[in-house]
């Protein structure tokens, strides 16, 4: 499942007026994604968790946003906007 599939016929709220525990990982995931389109910081601040292509960081050593263009042994490679390696 992705952080963007839905459970299928899956109740959205159980007995107790709390997301059941299907659509609680999917809010779950969903919150990871919204937090890490906000973040910032220094270049050695940048995420090593939570990795994936595309992901956005604004870089306040740099001054610009930087993305994360591959990812292989859990290591992130970081471009530009103009595809250059940062």
């Not at 906000?38 to 960081?57: D, E, M």
């Not at 306040?60 to 595809?83: E, I, K, R």
């Given at each position: 499942?992705s952080?963007f599939?839905?459970?299928?016929n899956?109740?959205?709220?159980?007995?107790?007026k709390?997301?059941?525990?299907?659509?609680?990982?999917?809010?779950?995931?969903w919150?990871t994604i919204?937090?890490s389109?906000?973040?910032?910081?220094?270049t050695?601040?940048?995420?090593?968790k939570?990795?994936w292509v595309?992901r956005?960081f604004?870089?306040t050593?740099?001054g610009?946003?930087?993305?994360?263009h591959?990812?292989?042994?859990?290591?992130?490679?970081?471009h530009?906007g103009?595809?250059?390696?940062?």
């Amino acid at each position: 499942m992705s952080g963007f599939d839905y459970p299928d016929n899956s109740t959205l709220v159980g007995d107790d007026k709390m997301a059941t525990a299907p659509w609680a990982g999917v809010f779950s995931r969903w919150h990871t994604i919204i937090l890490s389109a906000q973040q910032s910081g220094t270049t050695a601040q940048r995420p090593t968790k939570v990795l994936w292509v595309g992901r956005r960081f604004y870089d306040t050593t740099l001054g610009y946003p930087v993305w994360v263009h591959s990812v292989a042994g859990g290591v992130a490679t970081w471009h530009n906007g103009a595809g250059a390696v940062v």
